[in-house]
T-cell receptor, first 114, second 114 residues
Framework: DTEVTQTPKHLVMGMTNKKSLKCEQH?????MYWYKQKAKKPPELMFV???????INESVPSRFSPECPNSSLLNLHLHALQPEDSALYLC?????????????FGQGTRLTVV | AQTVTQSQPEMSVQEAETVTLSCTYD???????LFWYKQPPSRQMILVIR??????QNATENRFSVNFQKAAKSFSLKISDSQLGDAAMYFC???????????FGKGTRLHILP
């Protein structure tokens, strides 16, 4: 199984809603990542979890809250988002906490904030 | 600061022909890794090819090969026998050896003409 599975694929939420994005991998990878991608732009790193501990937070606003309950699962909790947060959110994983080995990406969650 | 530059926002190639996508980068590190990722309309980022900076030999993967010119800091991707399924956004990317962050270029959208 070489998949990173993200759910849901699409999400529309209001600015007062609370929602969560989920990412799952069963490859035994010990690092997992959240990226944000706006249309026609490259992905931008948000968070890195290495061995289930948050190792990088790229100064992301607190309305985005990551969680890594176990080595296979990564969540991104969303609260009080703004319309400019609408984007594709990509999850990725890599074997040893280094993206210089092969990284696997999920298909993303297309988020629309209304 | 490390940078990755893709100077071709869009390119087109006839099916079965060969196309080369350009990428230049800048880093002060001697230990780094270079990648080409493909993002088709399905949105999933797929690793196409990977090159370690310490290796002089150019990486190849089936129809995909790179021309790695370390002194010139150039890392171009050649796609031979282009197929309709190659149509996608292609991102050139860099990781410095001790880092967890991928630095992406702005991308090149490749169109395959039947």
């Amino acid at each position: 199984d070489t998949e990173v599975t993200q759910t849901p694929k699409h999400l529309v939420m209001g600015m007062t809603n609370k929602k969560s994005l989920k990412c799952e991998q069963h490859m035994g990878h010990r690092a997992m990542y959240w990226y944000k991608q706006k249309a026609k732009k490259p992905p931008e790193l948000m968070f890195v979890y290495s061995y289930e501990k948050l190792s990088i937070n790229e100064s992301v606003p607190s309305r985005f809250s990551p969680e890594c309950p176990n080595s296979s699962l990564l969540n991104l909790h969303l609260h009080a988002l703004q319309p400019e947060d609408s984007a594709l959110y990509l999850c990725a994983s890599s074997p040893w906490g280094r993206m210089n080995t092969e990284a696997f990406f999920g298909q993303g969650t297309r988020l629309t904030v209304v | 600061a490390q940078t990755v530059t893709q100077s071709q926002p869009e390119m087109s190639v006839q099916e079965a022909e060969t196309v080369t996508l350009s990428c230049t980068y800048d880093t002060s590190e001697s230990d780094y890794y270079l990648f080409w990722y493909k993002q088709p309309p399905s949105r999933q980022m797929i690793l196409v090819i990977r090159q370690e900076a310490y290796k002089q030999q150019n990486a190849t993967e089936n129809r995909f090969s790179v021309n790695f010119q370390k002194a010139a800091k150039s890392f171009s991707l050649k796609i031979s026998d282009s197929q309709l399924g190659d149509a996608a956004m292609y991102f050139c990317a860099l990781i410095e050896g001790g880092d967890d962050k991928i630095i992406f270029g702005k991308g090149t959208r490749l169109h395959i003409l039947p």
